[in-house]
């Protein structure tokens, strides 16, 4: 079974800072990773992706992640963090046989809290 | 762009009372998926389904009924409604996993909240 480890609940980081949201995965395969964001009272956002290639993902608004096989790790980051950055993040993991209809498995997700 | 859209947005029930969220999506994916959402546990799935006319369960489907009788919509029923049911559930949609445009990505709705009483 796959599965999805958020360490941290809460995330608390001064603006300016570099922010780091840990996720670590468990697959039986190649794995798919992914992150999402969500503000809010909203749905979820796409922010990045990891499918094969370089270890390190850029995505929107700033944030990369980088993969790392070893340690089964895919941790979020961004240099400098904005107090729009507030907000709920989930880590993602799937299989990536694309024969197979297997879901994504979600984490518990990490509340980012950027203090001006 | 509407995306996926969902509908109620909030809705109250009583226990034991029935309801129906329809989900419906403008970007002709064949995937379909309905997810719960609960503090700490981050998105559970219900059902999904891999194209019109097929449904599967996920994780958690006791309570829950889905069908797919269109492809652009993606139904989830409840028939006797509990107060652990109460939650923020999420439509999200994706590509087929045989098409070239698949990463796996799934694209979501905005929620909709549900209070069981």
């Known amino acids: 079974a796959q599965s999805v480890a958020q360490p941290e609940d809460q995330v608390n980081v001064a603006e300016g800072n570099p922010l780091t949201v840990k996720c670590t995965y468990s697959?039986?395969?190649?794995?798919?990773l992914f992150w999402y964001v969500q503000y809010p009272n909203r749905g979820l956002q796409f922010l990045l992706k990891y499918i094969t290639g370089d270890n390190l993902v850029k995505g929107s608004y700033g944030f990369e992640a980088e993969f790392n096989k070893s340690q089964t790790s895919f941790h979020l980051k961004k240099p400098s963090a904005l107090v729009s950055d507030s907000a709920l993040y989930f880590c993602?993991?799937?299989?990536?046989?694309?024969?197979?209809?297997?879901?994504?498995?979600f984490g518990s997700g990490t509340q980012l809290t950027v203090l001006p | 762009n509407a995306g996926v859209t969902q509908t109620p947005k909030f809705r109250v029930l009583k226990t034991g009372q029935s309801m129906t969220l329809l989900c419906a999506q403008d970007?002709?994916?064949?995937?379909m998926y309905w997810y719960r959402q609960d503090p700490g546990m981050g998105l559970r799935l219900i059902h999904y389904s891999v194209g019109e006319g097929t449904t599967a369960k996920g994780e958690v489907p006791d309570g829950y009924n889905v069908s797919r009788l269109k492809k652009q919509n993606f139904l989830l029923g409840l028939e006797s409604a509990a107060p652990s049911q109460t939650s923020v559930y999420f439509c999200?949609?994706?590509?087929?996993?045989?098409?070239?445009?698949?990463?796996?990505?799934?694209?979501f709705g905005e929620g909709s909240r549900l209070t069981v009483l």
């Open positions: 999200a949609s994706s590509y087929s996993p045989g098409l070239a445009e698949y990463t796996g990505e799934l694209f």
């Open positions: 970007m002709n994916h064949e995937y």
């Open positions: 697959v039986s395969g190649n794995p798919y």
């Open positions: 993602a993991v799937r299989d990536g046989f694309k024969g197979s209809a297997r879901q994504l498995t």
